[in-house]
């Protein structure tokens, strides 16, 4: 664990507000969140990146199962966290973690419109709930903050995992 502390210098040099190597394990998955983009967000089937095409939460806990490690990475509305995790998997991989994946917040911004395939493959990925993973309890058990917007004056909370090995 104490090999990857780089990794949340560089991430807050990217602007994140914090960061924390986690124990994969502790990455919360749950039925429930894949509901919650079918019955709640638009973007549902429209983006590649988003349910139905992302990896269901039994795809999500069995991959969770092969990493023992992770950066979880904590944002706002200000934060880009898809480009953020993006730039932070690609490099853990290049520094020697063949297996490091992201998963970011929220559907893809990369395009105005997906096409039959992604045209931004190295950049894209699904969020970290439409994985299945359920957000506030990993945030939580991680020691961040996160609580329901309950109001357009609250202070949204963005959250982004890089697995890493």
């Given at each position: 664990?104490?090999?990857?502390?780089?990794?949340?210098?560089?991430?807050?040099?990217?602007?994140?507000?914090?960061?924390?190597?986690?124990?994969?394990?502790?990455?919360?998955?749950?039925?429930?969140?894949?509901?919650?983009?079918?019955?709640?967000c638009?973007?549902?089937?429209?983006?590649?990146?988003?349910?139905?095409?992302?990896?269901?939460p039994?795809?999500?806990?069995?991959?969770?199962?092969d990493?023992?490690?992770?950066?979880?990475?904590h944002?706002?509305?200000?934060?880009?966290?898809?480009?953020?995790?993006?730039?932070?998997?690609?490099?853990?991989?290049?520094?020697?973690?063949?297996?490091?994946?992201?998963?970011?917040?929220?559907?893809?911004?990369?395009?105005?419109?997906?096409?039959?395939?992604?045209?931004?493959?190295?950049?894209?990925?699904?969020?970290?709930?439409?994985?299945?993973?359920?957000?506030?309890?990993?945030?939580?058990?991680?020691?961040?903050?996160?609580?329901?917007?309950?109001?357009?004056?609250?202070?949204?909370?963005?959250?982004?995992?890089?697995?890493?090995?």
């Amino acid at each position: 664990m104490e090999k990857h502390k780089k990794y949340i210098k560089r991430a807050k040099k990217l602007k994140i507000k914090d960061a924390k190597i986690i124990n994969a394990q502790s990455i919360a998955t749950a039925e429930w969140v894949r509901l919650k983009c079918q019955f709640g967000c638009g973007g549902y089937g429209k983006r590649l990146t988003c349910p139905p095409y992302s990896p269901a939460p039994e795809q999500t806990r069995k991959m969770l199962e092969d990493y023992k490690y992770a950066l979880l990475i904590h944002g706002d509305e200000h934060t880009d966290i898809r480009e953020i995790t993006s730039i932070m998997e690609r490099e853990i991989f290049l520094d020697g973690h063949y297996r490091a994946y992201g998963m970011g917040s929220g559907p893809c911004n990369l395009c105005s419109k997906c096409l039959k395939f992604c045209k931004y493959p190295d950049k894209a990925r699904p969020s970290m709930e439409a994985s299945g993973i359920d957000v506030f309890k990993t945030a939580r058990f991680n020691g961040f903050p996160i609580e329901v917007l309950n109001s357009t004056t609250c202070k949204a909370n963005y959250y982004g995992v890089i697995l890493i090995e």
